[in-house]
């Protein structure tokens, strides 16, 4: 059974950093691949930033291009998501998705396996 726990959100001001950690357990990733979504309030889950877990191709939205970094760290089986230049509009409960499909999918269905979900606030 594979589990998924977020960690690292928190309310910081605009322009602001943090680094989300999803921590994930129960299986073996070497052909998964890793994302991060979210969903503000009133608003659908949308896709964040994503990255094959075996050879760190990544693909970000265009709304976080150039301020938000996802990596990999293979030894502890977790995801980050460096976010860089917080803005307001990037507030949403920020969720973990790992699954058996290119990285590309991510944009298109959802699917495999999420966490509860971390909430992230910047404030303006």
């Known amino acids: 059974q594979v589990q998924l726990v977020e960690s690292g959100g928190r309310l910081v001001q605009a322009g602001g950093s943090l680094r989300l950690s999803c921590a994930a357990s129960?299986?073996?990733?070497?052909?998964?691949?890793a994302g991060w979504f979210r969903q503000a309030p009133e608003k659908e889950r949308e896709f964040v930033a994503g990255?094959?877990?075996?050879?760190?191709?990544?693909y970000y939205a265009d709304s976080v291009k150039g301020r938000f970094t996802i990596s990999r760290d293979i030894d502890k089986n977790t995801v980050y998501l460096h976010m860089n230049s917080l803005k307001p509009e990037d507030t949403a409960v920020y969720y973990c998705?790992?699954?058996?499909?290119?990285?590309?999918?991510?944009?298109?269905?959802?699917?495999?396996?999420w966490g509860r979900g971390t909430q992230v606030t910047v404030s303006s």
């Open positions: 998705n790992v699954r058996q499909a290119p990285i590309t999918t991510m944009t298109r269905y959802e699917t495999g396996y």
């Open positions: 129960g299986h073996t990733f070497n052909t998964y691949a």
């Open positions: 990255i094959n877990w075996s050879d760190t191709t990544t």
